[in-house]
């Protein structure tokens, strides 16, 4: 199985982009992994944020085969313990999927097409965070999934 990680617009912060890379780095020894990056989008200034997610999510759909299974990083999806979300990717893996996508939208959201293509929705909590952290967080929690599924000492109950 793949993983693709896609996200709009590059990561800024050095220390989040560094963070990013040592987990990337852990998690390609479990499974082909790799982030996409979608450009921010140019000359926004004058467009609502309606039209600012519409345009965004057309880049993101040209991105999806029609077999990938996506499954959207949203503060109305569902909240996972760690322990849940490995099984959750677990139940991934055995459904032999070929292509596992997730994916973070730009500062307003998904446009209504993203949500329709959707596979899912996860929530990494209740609270709010940049999409440059949750780049970070979310990262760390798919290791830490790997390390759960593999019984490794990352994770400690």
């Given at each position: 199985m793949q993983i693709t990680f896609t996200v709009i617009g590059k990561t800024n912060e050095k220390y989040l982009t560094e963070g990013i890379q040592i987990?990337?780095?852990?998690?390609?020894?479990?499974?082909?992994?790799?982030?996409?990056?979608?450009?921010?989008?140019?000359?926004?200034?004058n467009l609502s944020f309606k039209e600012i997610k519409l345009r965004e999510g057309e880049l993101l759909l040209k991105q999806l085969a029609p077999n990938d299974h996506v499954i959207l990083l949203d503060e109305k999806g569902k909240t996972f313990?760690?322990?849940?979300?490995?099984?959750?990717?677990?139940?991934?893996?055995?459904?032999?999927?070929?292509?596992?996508?997730?994916?973070?939208?730009?500062?307003?959201?998904?446009?209504d097409a993203v949500y329709k293509r959707a596979n899912g929705k996860i929530a990494l909590s209740d609270m709010t965070f940049s999409h440059q952290m949750v780049r970070l967080i979310f990262t760390e929690q798919l290791y830490r999934a790997f390390s759960i599924l593999n019984n490794e000492p990352y994770h400690h109950d």
């Open positions: 987990f990337e780095k852990r998690i390609a020894r479990y499974i082909n992994y790799k982030q996409q990056i979608i450009p921010d989008l140019k000359n926004t200034r313990t760690s322990q849940a979300f490995a099984q959750q990717l677990q139940s991934f893996m055995n459904r032999n999927l070929k292509h596992l996508r997730f994916v973070i939208g730009g500062a307003y959201g998904f446009s």
